[in-house]
């Protein structure tokens, strides 16, 4: 069983560090399986490496961390060539897609060559969750900034608009994305959106936001909208999963506690 309405969870996190092994699932990656709704085996997912190169040692990680969360894993590379002879197939078959980070320029440009920009599209209709981190989160939206250009952070205006609006990732992790994205927002080459910091997500049903979560305490989501060349903040504080029992699917949203919103003086 997939997800019952279009699903996006676009986060700051993915994998995290292990006691006795080198990665685990985190809760974000945990909580995009368990919005699959998989009942009576285990969940599909493929890792999609892009933006960071197809490095294989990477892979060995995300497997084994795979196998500790009982989750059948695999992997979509395009690295020297693609290593699915029918990647539409293999994306239906999945319950959840996960994208890491990395260059978002690489990703998005290699996609759209491949065709999987098309095919990744196909499946989020279907029911397979799209998800990921960094440039795995920004990639769905119709923009964001990234530093897939050098050292600076630059605007990109052109994702792959499953979503609408734009992204900022490590809001509170590197000084230079702040300033960068309220200044294209400023400037109108980025629309209006949302900011992550690290360890938060936005989980989307269609193109609505219907709840922001969290794998830490204190952390935070920004909800940003320009107006006349001025941006404003609104924080949004997240709910924590991975740490309660607290519900987890996205259709059941009277039972959780609205997101509470303060606004930020405009830039």
Known sequence: ???????????????????????????????????????????????????????RHVEGAELEAARLAGVDASHVRFFPHPNIPDLRAHLLH????????????????????HGLDRLLAEAWQAGVVLAGGSAGALCWHEGGTTASF???????????????????????????????????????????GHALEEGVGLVYRGTDVVDVVSERHGAAAWRLTASAGEVTETRVTPRVVGHSSAPTDPSDRTTLTPPIEEARQPR
């Not at 997800?3 to 809760?27: H, K, R």
């Not at 999945?94 to 759209?112: E, F, H, K, T, Y």
């Not at 050098?150 to 990732?169: F, T, Y």
């Open 1 to 55: 069983m997939t997800a019952d309405a279009p699903t996006i969870v676009a986060t700051c996190g993915g994998l995290n560090g292990g006691d006795w092994s080198d990665s685990v699932y985190g809760p974000l990656l945990l909580h995009a399986i368990e919005l699959a709704r998989v009942k009576g085996r285990a969940p599909r997912l493929t890792h999609i490496n892009t933006a960071g190169g197809d490095q």
């Open 94 to 113: 999945q319950d959840v897609v996960w994208v890491s980070g990395g260059s978002l320029i690489n990703l998005l440009a290699v996609w759209r060559a």
């Open 150 to 192: 050098g050292p600076g952070i630059s605007a990109v205006p052109d994702g792959l608009r499953l979503l609408p609006g734009s992204l900022g990732v490590h809001w509170d992790s590197d000084p230079q994305r702040r300033p960068a994205h309220l200044a294209a927002m400023a400037a109108g080459t980025l629309g209006d």
